[in-house]
């Protein structure tokens, strides 16, 4: 199942980086004087740096639209959609589509741009700063087929930010029962938080459980220690490492990207 991965990306050991959204139309910080032309202008100028950085992926993502929500209003997707759209002639690396936390709005607006790929939380019963978070993997993956997005990759993030499962089992046994049960293409791997690393430990006992399918570490990855990352696991997802000053919420940095991809690059 690994093989699908080296295919999408071009390489064995992708990086993919995120591309976060300013604050959407709707939603608490979001910046009305800039309007949906200044969204547009930051997300071009963050996926110029990233590109010329030589990341091999890109991650769509509404990052800014604190606190999240488990169903998004629909004009987050609208206008997602309309600035992908406007992007995509100049888009190199393939591209894939997260709207936090929603796996139906994430699987449309994946349809309607032509991403590669999702990752979403589409499994699990979590206790969360959201409140308790409900999945339904069933009704995602039926609802891919019904809109014929079955191309889509899907990445099931299996070690959730800022939640905890409400029946913990261990970590191995949940990413080989999501793969068996849920049809997951890839597993990510994530830190307490966005911006914070997920140990080495859980990231060594997904992959040994499972040594077909491709385990993703899916934040705090930086330029120190994704060569030890990428051998552990088979792809990174980065978002807070390349932007100025290490901030999340900064715009992204070309210079740390520069830096990172050399290490990653470099890695034996």
């Excluded at 997300?43 to 800014?64: C, I, K, M, W």
């Excluded at 990445?155 to 949940?174: D, S, T, Y």
């Amino acid at each position: 199942m690994t093989a699908w991965l080296e295919e999408v990306f071009g390489t064995r050991k992708p990086v993919i980086a995120m591309v976060h959204f300013p604050p959407l139309p709707g939603t608490p910080l979001y910046d009305a004087q800039r309007g949906i032309g200044g969204i547009l202008t930051s997300v071009r100028a963050d996926l110029d740096a990233l590109q010329r950085g030589g990341v091999d992926g890109l991650l769509f993502s509404n990052e800014g639209d604190r606190p999240y929500a488990t169903r998004v209003d629909q004009a987050s997707v609208a206008v997602m959609a309309a600035v992908i759209g406007q992007l995509r002639g100049e888009l190199t690396p393939p591209f894939g589509v997260d709207v936090l936390w929603d796996p139906m709005a994430t699987l449309a607006l994946a349809k309607a741009t032509g991403a590669r790929f999702v990752r979403e939380v589409f499994t699990g019963a979590y206790g969360s700063d959201l409140g308790v978070w409900d999945t339904d993997a069933a009704a995602a993956l039926r609802y891919r087929r019904q809109i014929d997005a079955g191309d889509v990759r899907m990445f099931f993030n299996i070690k959730v930010e800022f939640a905890e499962m409400l029946a913990p089992r261990p970590l191995g046994l949940v990413a080989r029962s999501t793969v068996f049960s849920s049809l997951a293409d890839g597993i990510c791997v994530s830190g307490p938080m966005a911006g914070q690393e997920a140990p080495l430990s859980h990231l060594k006992e997904v992959k040994a459980a499972l040594p077909a399918t491709p385990v993703v570490a899916n934040t705090g990855v930086t330029q120190d220690s994704v060569g030890r990352v990428l051998e552990i696991v088979d792809a990174a997802i980065v978002g807070t490492a390349f932007k100025v000053g290490g901030d999340t919420w900064n715009p992204v940095d070309p210079k740390r990207v520069t830096a990172f991809m050399a290490a990653a690059r470099s890695r034996p």
